[in-house]
C-alpha cells in the first residue's frame, strides 16, 4: 500500500478547480476524478497525476488504484486519500515504464473505492509536450510531424493541436476540420456575411497561474486570437490578455483592430476539408512569467470558433475537465464572437516543454 495522500484546501487551490461548486446538486458518487495529461512523452517517464474532489460534506476515506495503458508501469500500486468535506487532492504515481504511441492517446482507468461505494473513471489522456523545434510559419504542416498531436472531435469534426518551442520562439499548429472557412474580413466582422468569423483562441500561462472569479481579479495570461485573413495563406494575430490585466476588461467584447500584434508570425491554408492555422509567438513579452527551458512546465488551452459549423470547441473537454471548472472569466471577448450560453473551460491545461519527442 502506498503512503496515504492528506491534502488540505488552500484559496488558491479551491479558485483554481472549483468555480462553481456551490451551483452543484448533491452528488450520486461521493468523489469526483480526473488524470492530468502528462507534460512530457511517456517513454521520459512522467508521473502520473491523478485528481480528488470530494463531493460530500463528510470527511472521506478511501483507496486510489490506476490501470495505466498496456506497456507502462506505475508505482505504488495503490495510495490511499483522506479529504476533508468537499476538498481537492492529488496524488502522483510515478512512471517506472513508459510507451509512446503515434497516435498520442493513452486510456487510463481510476478506481477509488471508500466512503461506502467504488466510483470507476476512464479516460483518455495525451502527452501535453512541445518538443524542440524552430519551424518555417507557412501553413504547411510538413514540419510537424514530430510535434506530438493532442486531438478531439466535436460532432464528428476533428481538431489537432500540435506544439513546438525554441529559446526565442513558442509556436503552434492547429489543424481544424470544418465544412467551410469564414475569413476575417476588414471590417473585423466574418467576409461576405458581416458576421461571426473563424478563429482560435489560446491562452498561455506560468504553471501557478490560477483564473479569478471576480472581475476585479487581474488576468494571469497571455492570450490570442489566430484568423484567416483576406489573402490565400494569410492570417491575422490579436493579443486578448496579458498577466496584470483586470479580468472586467477582458470579458467585454472589444474592437480587434486595436489589438493586433506585431511580434507575431502567422500563416493559414486551406487544404481540403481542413484549415491550418500556424503562429509563432516571440518568447520576449513572456520571459518574466514563463522562461523556455526543457521540462519546464507551464498551462496552455485552445478554443476553436466554428460559429458556421460545430459552433465553440474547447480543448478543456477532451483534457476531462469537470463541469465546475467551467469560468467565463478564463477566456477574452472580442467584437464578432458568437458563444454560446454555457461558458468554456478554465484556459490553464497542464503542458510542457521537452527536448525532443524519443
Known sequence: MGRRVVVRRTAALWAAMVVLASTLSPAAEPVALRVENVTVPPSSRPPVNVWVKNLTEAPYEGVLAVSPPEGWQLSPAKREVSLGPGDLGRASFAMLKGLNLAANAYGVEVVATGGG??????????????????PTIDGD??????????????????TAVRTYWSRRQ??????????????????GAGQGRGGP?????????????????????????????LCAAEGEGEGRCFQLAAPGMKLAEAAKPRALGPLACDDAELAVRRQGQTTYYECSLSFRPMRDHIRPSEGREFRFSVLIHDPDGTGLRDLGTAAGLWPWQRNRLAWSR??????????????????GMCSSVY
Open 197 to 225: 468569423f473563424d478563429a482560435v483562441q489560446i491562452a498561455i500561462a506560468p504553471r501557478d497561474a490560477v483564473t479569478g472569479t471576480s472581475e476585479d481579479d487581474e488576468a494571469a495570461r497571455f492570450e490570442f486570437l
Open 170 to 187: 513558442f509556436a503552434v499548429l492547429v489543424e481544424v476540420e470544418e465544412e467551410k472557412l469564414v475569413r476575417l474580413g476588414p471590417d
Open 334 to 351: 472580442f467584437e464578432g464572437d458568437d458563444w454560446p450560453e454555457q461558458p468554456p473551460f478554465d484556459g490553464k491545461l497542464e503542458w
Open 117 to 134: 461505494s467504488t466510483v470507476t473513471h476512464k479516460q483518455t489522456i495525451a502527452a501535453a509536450t512541445a518538443p524542440y523545434f524552430k
Open 141 to 158: 504542416p510538413a514540419e510537424w510531424d514530430q510535434a506530438v498531436p493532442v486531438a478531439w472531435e466535436t460532432a464528428e469534426c476533428k
